[in-house]
C-alpha cells in the first residue's frame, strides 16, 4: 500500500481546491495552496494526525494563497514558490524557498517533483507526486487556466500542456486548482481521460490551441 494520503477540499468563492498531502509513516503533510479557509485546513491535518512541514504555491494568485499568512503563524512552516513567479511575497521571505524545474523535496520516503508549468502565469509549477499531479491553474477537468492575464504567455501554456504534462504517464491522477469540469460533478480524473476528453489536450498544435484558448 502506498504510504501518500492526499485530502482534497474545496474552498472559497472561487471553487478552490486546497489539498493536504501526506505520508503515513513520518505523518508529515504538505499543504498545497493554502487559501480561503486556513482553520479548515489545520483542521484537516488534525483530524488526519499529520504535522504540516511545508507549503507549496502552484502560483502567486490571490486565491491560491490569501490563507499563508496564517498558516505560516500556525505552523512556521516552509514556503515553496517558483523563482520566476512574479509574487515573491516579500513579507515571508523567512519561510520561503525558491523551486526550479526539477526540484523536489522527500515527503517521508517519497519524491515530490516540481514541474514548471508557465503559461497561466511565469512562475506556475505543478507538483508530482507518485501517481498524482497537483496541477494548480495549469490544467483543470475540461480546462486549462486563462492565458490573458498580462503575465500569461499562451504559447508557454501550449508547451507545458503539450510538452510537460504531456509526458506523464496516462493512469496519473490529476488533481486541479479549481473545480471547472463541465462533466458531471467529478472532482479528479486522470491525464488518460483528460486526453480523451479536454478541448486544450485534443488540440493539434499550438495554433489550434490559440484559436480554442484566446478565440483567435
Ligand atoms: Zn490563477
Redesign the pocket.
Known sequence: MSNLVVRQKELGPMDNFVYVVGDRDSREALVVDPAWDVPAILGIAEEMELKIVGAML??T?P??CNGVAQLLEATDCKLYVHSEERGQLPEFKENIVRTEDGFSIELGKMEVKFLHTPG??PG?QCFYIQDKLVS??TLFIDHC??CD?PESDPGKMWQSLHDILGKLPGDTTLLP?HNYADRAPITQTTLGEERQHNKYLLCQDLEQFLEARMGR
Open positions: 502552484t502560483h494568485h486565491d491560491h497561466h502565469t506556475s494548480g491553474d487556466g486563462r492575464f486548482g
